[in-house]
C-alpha cells in the first residue's frame, strides 16, 4: 500500500514537473520521499534554488506562503491546507502599531512562524537558526519580537545591548514541554544530553546542554561524544535522529511533543494534491510584494 502511494507520487512528480519540500516535523514517511527536508530556514532558502515549476510543501501554512511569496511564478501545494501553525495568528497589527508609535529606532522581527499578513507589517523575518545573526546585525536598538515570546526572550539574552519588547504568542507544543517533566526524565538518565528548541520555556531551556533550531539539535546529536540525548522539541525531528545516529538513544522531555497540523500532512494527501492540483497557495499581489521586503531582508542577513 505505501509502496504504491510512493511509485504514484514518483510518477506524478514527473509529470507535473514538481518536487517535494518537507519540514522535519512531518510524518517519516513523508520525510522520506521529500526531496528536500530540513528547518524552516532551510527549506525558505532552497524554495528560491529550485528549477522545477511546481512546489510540494509538506509543512503548516506559513512554509507554503513563504514558498509562493518567494517564488510567484511557481504552482505551490499544500497537502493539507488545514495545516496550520496556530502561533502564526498571535500577534495583533494594531499592536504593530501602537508600538512603533511608542518607540523611535524600532525594528519589527517577526519569526517566519507568521501569517504573511503579519509579515507586510514587519521589517525583517527570522527563523530560529537565524534570529541570533540577524537580530545583532540590525541598526536598531529597540526590537519588537513577534509573534514567539519564548523565542524573543531567548534571544533577548543573548543580545543584551538591544532593548527588547515581546507579544505574548507561543507554541502550545514547547510550551507544553515543562521543566517539571524535563527534571523527571533527566533523573532517568543522569547522563544524556538535553537538546531544546528555543521555542520552550525559560524554565525549561535552563536544563538544557544545547538551544538550537530542529536543525541545530540534529547537528548536534551527531558530532557530540554523548550516546543519550533527550529531545525537547516536537518529536518529528526522532527519524532523522535515529536514522542517523544507529549507536545513540533518544528520549522524549515530556508526552505532548506531538504538532497536530504538522501531522495532518500524510502521504495520501501528498499524491492527492499532485494528482488532483488541489491545496494551490494563492497570495495577492499586494500582499506579496510587502511581505517580500521582510523575506528577502532575512535571507540577506542570513548568508
Ligand atoms: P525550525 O526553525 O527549527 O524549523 O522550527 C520550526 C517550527 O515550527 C518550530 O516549532
Ligand atoms: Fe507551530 Fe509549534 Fe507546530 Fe511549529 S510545532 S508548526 S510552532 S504549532
Redesign the pocket.
Known sequence: MVGEIIEEIEKLKKEKDAVILA???VADWVQEIADYV??????AKVATELKESTIVFA??SF?GESAKILNPEKTVLMPDMNAD?P?AHMAAVERIEQVRKEYDDLAVVCY??STAELKTHSDVCV???NAMKIVKSLPNKNIFFIPDENLGRYIASKVPDKNFIFNDGF?H??KGITAEQLKAVKEEHPDAEVLA?P?CTTATLELADYI??????IDYAGKSDSKEFIIA??LGVMYQLETNNPGKKFYSAGSTQT?PN?KKVTLEKVRDCLRDNTGVVEVSDEKRAAALKPLSRMLELAK
Open positions: 519540514h522535519y516535523y530540513g528547518d524552516s530556514y532551510y527549506l509543512g503548516v512554509m501553525c502561533m517566519i512562524n527563523t530560529s537558526s507554541c507544543v514547547h528548541h521555542e538550537g533550531s530542529t536543525a541545530g539539535i522539541t516536537e504538532c504538522m
